[in-house]
């Protein structure tokens, strides 16, 4: 199957060099918000996120009155991303030397006694700086008065655990609590700012306290050495997942396949079993190294002998495996990972090429973690593929609606990764007697709302991406994917309700505001920019537009789900296409006053064009809309005489 979404770079190796301090492009900008009391720092995986926490932590205790420092994670494993770190040798000031002692990323129970009592000690003492668990802060604050994080730096990575849901999150009352009982500075990282479950992080009050500096991945991958392109696709299978494998699975690619969970659908319900069925399509165990516990397998085709890594298995063992991937250094160090829960967040294996990804991820921080495991920038790969394996809709199966919602919701998250891989345009307006050219980066349309505030600027700049996967994890956005729902409506309609709910202080002109910028960047990006001669042509939804012309009106018109509709309709048979569609016919919500008063225009052209009233019996689903719309306007008008 053809990709879906397929990004090409330029190799500037901009985001890979270094300063005279030894810091690179990212850690640069996020240096020259050291002073910051709070910082959001969003950046890709690879980014080098720790190293630019270790340059802001080591100035504000040595420059700015910190007297202690707190790095929080996730994981155990993650901690050791924080490890000592000679700086100086680079030409920073200092290096970063925390005490063995105070690392509680060590093996043991997160809420262990002796865990907490370090942390209480490490507080009451002289020492700098503490590494730990997300579990052992929340664990350990429990025991300590706020005012004890007087003059600390908390650093929270991967922040995208934090939730604003207090009754959810006990980080996120921790972190609440901190910011209002004490004068401590906050520093939270992530490279996937919005939650998969679509809860906000922070409370809005919380968040507009904290200066932000973004790193995107278009500059990131962009400013690579070796990486020229990144692929992202879906194949679909019926039955098992395990007789599709052999189609997409390639073992010449240093690949990372992530098993499905066992409350998946794709799952066996037995994930040991699934391990051995991969390796018997692999090749033939010829031995297991007792001291790491890798897999050395005879591959079928060849004879080839390959090292396999299993995640998979027991704890005990599986520590062996972890503790082997922490050392590798060289290409042939490792073929093949089979991973279920672990080898996402803060795992680095920077030769893998392919992520290859077993049935339906309900969260899009976990997709763009995965994908970020194969986007490593290494000299022996010049293409990074992400590969989901997709059950097909089978209208015999009893979960046809569950299938055909994944399905949807796959390949969603695929558009949205198709918008934060792309680059960044300034969009401005065009007025009627301008008819200069664009400059690069930027592109002018006409009739377009520039922002006018404060609020807008700062959601247009930071929280723009985060905005588009709230619209694209919303149900009624979701249905109008394969459902032929009219573009106005998705633009005009549904779109501004997700603003309005996710910004309820918006005014009403700022709410178009930025409604205008969302729909006018997602268009673009997913069009593609061709020049012919002296003039620009974009090609949108299949049509060629000379970018000189583009009007607000005209990117209205546009359905923002073209391209997915079209890989579902060459993709999938017509009978599964059809069937897709009743599933997603038989929940749509009912027609809208909103849906009705936006489509009357589209009713009156159709009326003229044809002499006749739009008949909610046709086979043309646009036409059975626009029926639907008349039949509710003249409903709303009989109840209201």
């Avoid at 345009?425 to 709302?449: A, S």
């Amino acid at each position: 199957m053809e990709n879906l979404v397929e990004v090409k770079y330029a190799q500037t190796g901009e985001s890979t060099k270094t300063d005279t301090w030894g810091m690179r492009e990212m850690q640069q900008r996020a240096y020259a918000y050291r002073t910051s009391k709070y910082l959001l720092l969003k950046a890709p995986p690879a980014s080098g996120k720790s190293r630019a926490l270790m340059f802001i932590a080591l100035d504000k205790l040595q420059n700015q009155g910190i007297k202690k420092v707190i790095v929080a994670v996730p994981e155990r494993s993650i901690g050791s991303s924080f490890k000592k770190t000679e700086l100086k040798k680079f030409g920073f000031f200092a290096d970063w030397m925390p005490e063995d002692r105070y690392n509680l990323c060590t093996r043991g129970s997160d809420n262990s006694q002796g865990k907490i009592k370090t942390f209480q000690e490490f507080m009451d003492s002289d020492a700098k700086i503490l590494i730990c668990t997300h579990a052992t802060l929340r664990f350990a604050y429990e025991t300590i008065e706020e005012t004890k994080f007087n003059d600390c730096l908390l650093a929270i990575d991967e922040f995208h655990h934090v939730s604003a849901d207090l009754d959810s999150s006990k980080l996120g009352e921790l972190l609440h609590s901190i910011m209002t009982k004490s004068n401590a500075h906050v520093v939270a990282m992530t490279g996937s700012y919005f939650r998969g479950d679509g809860v906000a992080v922070m409370r809005p009050e919380d968040e507009m306290k904290f200066d932000r500096v973004t790193y995107n991945y278009y500059e990131q991958l962009n400013g690579y050495t070796y990486l020229k392109s990144l692929g992202i696709g879906y194949h679909f299978y019926q039955g098992r997942y395990l007789s599709a494998l052999p189609e997409i699975l390639d073992t010449d690619k240093k690949t990372i396949i992530y098993i499905p969970s066992v409350n998946s659908l794709a799952s066996t319900k037995d994930k040991y079993e699934e391990v051995d069925r991969i390796i018997d399509i692999i090749g033939e165990l010829d031995h297991q190294d007792p001291e790491t516990n890798i897999l050395f397998v005879k591959r079928h085709s060849d004879g080839k002998i390959l090292k396999i890594a299993d995640l998979v298995e027991d704890k005990e063992g599986r520590e062996k495996v972890v503790e082997y991937l922490r050392h590798i250094e060289k290409v042939d160090d490792l073929d093949i990972l089979i991973a279920l829960g672990m080898a996402k967040e803060g795992f680095d294996w920077p030769f893998c090429e392919q992520a290859l990804t077993i049935g339906y991820r309900g969260s899009l921080t976990e997709i763009v973690q995965i994908i970020g495991r194969c986007t490593r920038d290494s000299e022996n790969k010049t293409h990074a593929q992400f590969t989901n394996l997709i059950a097909h809709p089978d209208a015999s199966d009893d979960q046809v609606t569950t299938a055909v919602n994944n399905m949807l919701k796959a390949i969603t998250c695929s558009l949205l990764m198709e918008q934060v891989l792309a680059p960044k345009f300034n969009f401005k307006v065009r007025l009627e007697d301008d008819n200069t050219g664009n400059q690069k980066g930027e592109i002018k349309i006409r009739g377009f709302k520039q922002p006018s505030t404060e609020k807008v600027k700062r959601i247009i700049e930071s929280d723009l991406n985060d905005l588009k996967a709230k619209i694209l994890q919303d149900d009624n956005v979701l249905k109008a994917l394969p459902s032929n729902i009219d573009p106005v409506v998705v633009n005009k309609v549904l779109i501004p309700k997700i603003i309005q709910t996710t910004y309820p202080d918006l005014t009403d002109e700022e709410v178009e505001e930025v409604r205008q910028y969302v729909i006018a960047d997602s268009a673009i990006k997913t069009g593609s920019i061709e020049d012919t001669g002296d003039i620009r042509f974009i090609l949108m939804a299949n049509r060629f537009i000379n970018i000189d012309d583009l009007s607000i009106d005209l990117i209205d018109s546009i359905n923002p789900f073209q391209k997915a509709f079209e890989v579902l309709s060459k993709t999938l048979d017509k009978r599964t296409f059809r069937l897709i569609q009743e599933c997603v016919d038989a929940t749509r919500l009912q027609m809208t006053e909103e849906e009705a008063v936006v489509l009357w225009p589209k009713i009156k052209e159709f009326v003229k064009a044809t002499g006749n009233e739009p008949d909610k019996n046709s086979v043309d689903p646009k036409e059975r809309e626009l029926a639907a719309a008349l039949l509710y306007i003249r409903n709303k008008k009989r109840n209201q005489q």
